[in-house]
Structure formats: C-alpha cells, structure tokens
C-alpha cells in the first residue's frame, strides 16, 4: 500500500463559467519529488492555490495525512506543514540573509515574526540559520544583504526559507523560471539534495528539470489530468506530445512548454 500525504478528489475551480481546474483527482505519495506540468494555461498554478487555500474549490475534496483539509485557511494549512515556497519566501530584501532564514525559523519558537524581539534573543536562532545556510550553499553569503544576491542565488535563499519552516510538504511554483542554465542545474541539484526525507510538489516549465529529479509526473491540459507516471511513461504519451507540440512524434525530451 503506497504512503500518499496529499490527495485531491475531483478537484475543480470554476471563474465565472470557464472551468480552470476539472476534476483532479492527484495522489502524491510520501518520500518522492511529484512535478506538475502542462503547456501554458493548463491549470497549474490554480491547482497549487486551491491546495494552499489562496482560492476555494468550487466542487472536490482535499486531504493530508488522511485528514479533510477542504475547508482550512492558508495559515492553518502552512501550520499542518504544506509550506509553498513564495508564502514565506517573497525574501526581504534589505536583510541580511541570514535574518531571512531567522524569520522563517521564529515559528518554531513561539516568537513568530516579532520583529521587535532583541537581537540577542534571536542570535539563539543563528547556529540553526546556518547549517541551513550551508545546505543550500549560501553560508558564505550569511551576512551579505539579500538584495545584493543574484537571482539563482535568492531563490536558492527562498528554499532555505522554507525549509526554515519546518514542511512536510514542500509545495515549489516554477523553482527555476527565469533562470540561466548554470543556476537551473544548481537549483536543480539543490531539489535533489533537500527532497531527502521530504516530499515536494511542484510546478516546473522545464522539462529537463523535471524528467532528472522527479519520480512522479501528472500531466494537465486544459485543467484536467491527461497522463501520470514517470517520465519515460508521459514523454512516450501521444497525447502529451500532442498537447505540448502539436504533434504526435518524436519525444518530449527537451521540451520547455
């Protein structure tokens, strides 16, 4: 029997008529690096708002951990451990980076985003915002202002942010948009390395990301699932490729829909 955190039952959000998410019903089980993928407009990222409760199903249910979580607020949804990345990631850009990771990590203490506490009492923060730090390969820009960071780096700084939170579920929209193709192999890397232990969901636009670090990818057109298996199985999918290239030869690989 497969361990499955999150589950969606015939999901759907319909906007006034036009239906953007129909009918998902997505299981991801626990332990493995899950990609949502699709062309431009296939429900994405309405599908990752309706998880972390940004937008309220219009008909389906969602459960974690066997538990009904339809209904819940964001904030209590970011409490049960679903951290999706720009929730707490939209960094601060006039802080130092490690005072970023400190205010992720002020939840778990009872001091949640005080800003008026005293430095010295969350300096008893700083060794735990390293060893972040270090596992993201930013210890070496610790006392750097963020806004001084290149873009690969900062968003290597907002998976650092999340996992200062504590997640069991990391939830990660686009982790590599926008990126050239030495940060998207090191943020790629970073994934691989923090998955771990942990399970993410993401959306992702590039497929070579996606075929060399997930284990399981569900495939949305038009808001409703159209393939789901690893990536051998929906590169090959004739309907996949059709949606993606308007074509039904040749392969996915490489394809950045």
């Not at 205010?103 to 203490?109: A, K, P, V």
């Not at 780096?153 to 929209?173: S, V, W």
């Not at 998955?195 to 808001?223: K, P, W």
Request: hydrophobic residues 40%; negative net charge; proline residues 3%.
């Amino acid at each position: 029997m497969q361990d499955i955190i999150l589950e969606t039952q015939g999901l759907t959000k319909e906007f006034r008529g036009f239906v953007a998410v129909n009918d998902v019903s997505l299981r991801v089980q626990r332990g493995q690096i899950h990609a949502l993928i699709g062309p431009n407009g296939a429900g994405k990222t309405t599908c990752f708002n309706l998880l972390t409760k940004f937008l309220t199903p219009t008909r389906g249910k969602i459960t974690f951990n066997g538990l009904d979580i339809t209904r819940d607020s964001p904030a209590h949804i970011a409490r049960r451990g679903i951290i999706r990345s720009f929730q707490i990631s939209a960094v601060f850009p006039h802080l130092s980076v490690l005072e970023n990771v400190r205010i992720g990590l002020q939840r778990e203490t009872g001091l949640s985003f005080h800003f008026w506490q005293s430095d010295k009492r969350l300096n008893t923060l700083n060794e735990r915002a390293r060893e972040l730090l270090d596992q993201v390969d930013l210890g070496e820009f610790a006392d750097e202002m963020t806004a001084s960071l290149p873009y690969g780096r900062k968003r290597a700084l907002e998976i650092a942010t999340t996992l200062a939170m504590e997640p069991e579920l990391m939830l990660l929209d686009e982790p590599t948009q926008g990126m050239g193709h030495e940060d998207v192999d090191r943020v790629t890397q970073l994934i691989k390395r923090v998955s771990q232990g942990r399970t993410i969901l993401m959306v992702e636009h590039n497929m070579n990301v996606v075929s060399s670090i997930a284990d399981t990818i569900t495939v949305l057109a038009r808001g409703s699932v159209l393939a789901e298996g690893n990536y051998a199985h929906v590169s090959k999918n004739p309907a996949v490729m059709e949606a993606y290239m308007g074509t039904t030869e040749g392969e996915l690989e490489g394809a950045h829909g």
